[in-house]
């Protein structure tokens, strides 16, 4: 199985950049990494996916270095609305979430 | 449309009943997944449909069992389910493509409780 390793949670304050990491170190060659957010009694929802380097879009950028066995999530600029758990998944085929990630925003 | 519904939101259901989960999509997806959520947990896939032909089965108990009438349609039939059951019932959908993955839109899952 996928296996990945995220911090279980992490406090923030609005307006501050969050950056989680994420350890994949049995990711396979044709993996590739894709960050989902779940807030309680929902369904996750998809934020960013990458293969290698860096990605962007309107809601986060993904870093990955060379040996793609970590990821790193960056929100920048928080707001209470980003309070959920964050979910890194390395999958091609399959799609299995590790534990995530429980980001607490504060005023 | 980018919305994948299910019915119920809620369903309590005792161990000796039958009942179904429902889930439909309007995007033209033709990969459809059935995960299972405890509280304080990730999501657990149970089961990936593509093209409407099952493809996993992740040795999930015969008391659940799939269906796919149509590419827009998915089903978890229910049948003499324990009260560990009890969980989230989340159904995803996402296009299908042999050379990368991608993104799975969830719906708001079916919240089952089993008596």
């Known amino acids: 199985l996928a296996k990945t390793t995220q911090p279980i949670s992490m406090d923030s304050y609005e307006g501050q950049e969050v950056n989680i990491t994420c350890s994949h170190n049995?990711?396979?060659?044709?993996?590739?990494i894709t960050w989902y957010q779940q807030f309680p009694s929902q369904g996750p929802r998809f934020i960013i996916q990458?293969?290698?380097t860096k990605v962007t879009n309107e809601v986060a950028s993904l870093f990955i270095p060379a040996d793609r066995k970590s990821s790193t999530l960056s929100l920048p600029r928080v707001s209470l609305s980003d309070t959920a758990v964050y979910y890194c998944?390395?999958?091609?085929?399959?799609?299995?979430f590790g534990s995530g990630t429980k980001l607490n925003v504060k005023p | 449309d980018t919305e994948v519904t299910q019915t119920p939101k809620h369903l309590v259901m005792g161990m000796t009943n039958k009942k179904s989960l429902k889930c439909e999509q309007h995007?033209?997806?033709?990969?459809m997944y059935w995960y299972k959520q405890k509280a304080k947990k990730p999501p657990e896939l149970m089961f990936v449909?593509?093209?409407?032909?099952?493809?996993i089965n992740e040795s999930v108990p015969s008391r659940f069992s799939p269906e796919c009438p149509n590419s827009s349609l998915l089903n978890l039939h229910l049948h003499a389910l324990q009260p560990e059951d009890s969980a989230l019932y989340l159904c995803?959908?996402?296009?299908?493509?042999?050379?990368?993955?991608?993104?799975?839109?969830f719906g708001p899952g079916t919240r089952l409780t089993v008596t």
């Open positions: 990458g293969y290698k």
């Open positions: 998944l390395h999958n091609f085929n399959k799609f299995y």
């Open positions: 049995n990711i396979a060659t044709n993996d590739y």
């Open positions: 995007m033209g997806h033709r990969a």
């Open positions: 995803a959908s996402s296009q299908v493509d042999t050379s990368k993955p991608y993104e799975q839109y």
């Open positions: 449909y593509s093209y409407e032909k099952l493809s």
